[in-house]
T-cell receptor
């Protein structure tokens, strides 16, 4: 069974631009979560989707948004990029809301 | 929210040595995960262990939920074991769930 996939793997943007990241969960998994990892803040929860509904959101500004499609694939969007948004963005999937989570390889975003 | 603390923050070993990594959490949890982050950033699942002990090759983990801690044991360490080890616990909010991560243990295994 294929693992969690994320595209693109690397991305370079400039301040003020917007970016969309994609995540395809493990087949059969219905829950997708997003995390941001930075050297200063560590791993922080962004949001979780289940059955196309956002179930929870972390403490991030409204510039960070996401959605989930009927096939469980998820996208997250960051608008008006700031230098501090440079990070590794990790996506995780699980079968349900209280099950083991499996992570993708991540998207490394650099904002110049 | 729940607090997760990992110790030690850094650990340097000679190849072949054994090590114990600790994870303390501030509230009761119904599961706990251990991960190894590889040099490319991907989190690799090691254990899903809400309680008790599990073993997988040279690695084993024990969670004592009533005392709010978990231990990860690495025996006969190899250079490929180097990297950052994270524990994570869920913080439930209604029907939603998020993983709260510790700050990690940076393990370096020297040849």
């Amino acid at each position: 069974k294929a693992g969690v996939t994320q595209t693109p793997r690397y991305l370079i943007k400039t301040r003020g631009q917007q970016v969309t990241l994609s995540c395809s969960p493990i087949s059969g998994h219905r829950s997708v979560s997003w995390y941001q990892q930075t050297p200063g803040q560590g791993l922080q929860f962004l949001f979780e989707y289940f059955s196309e509904t956002q179930r929870n959101k972390g403490n991030f500004p409204g510039r960070f948004s996401g959605r989930q499609f009927s096939n469980s694939r998820s996208e997250m969007n960051v608008s008006t990029l700031e230098l501090g948004d440079s990070a590794l963005y990790l996506c995780a999937s699980s079968w349900g809301l209280a099950n083991e989570q499996f992570f993708g390889p991540g998207t490394r975003l650099t904002v110049l | 929210g729940i607090q997760v603390e990992q110790s030690p923050p850094d650990l340097i070993l000679q190849e072949g040595a054994n090590s114990t990594l600790r994870c303390n959490f501030s509230d009761s949890v119904n599961n706990l995960q251990w991960f190894h982050q590889n040099p490319w950033g991907q989190l690799i699942n090691l254990f899903y262990i809400p309680s008790g002990t599990k073993q997988n090759g040279r690695l084993s983990a024990t969670t004592v939920a009533t005392e709010r801690y978990s231990l990860l044991y690495i025996s006969s360490s190899q250079t490929t074991d180097s990297g950052v080890y994270f524990c994570a616990v869920p913080f439930s909010s209604g029907s939603a769930r998020q993983l709260t991560f510790g700050s990690g243990t940076q393990l370096t295994v020297l040849p």
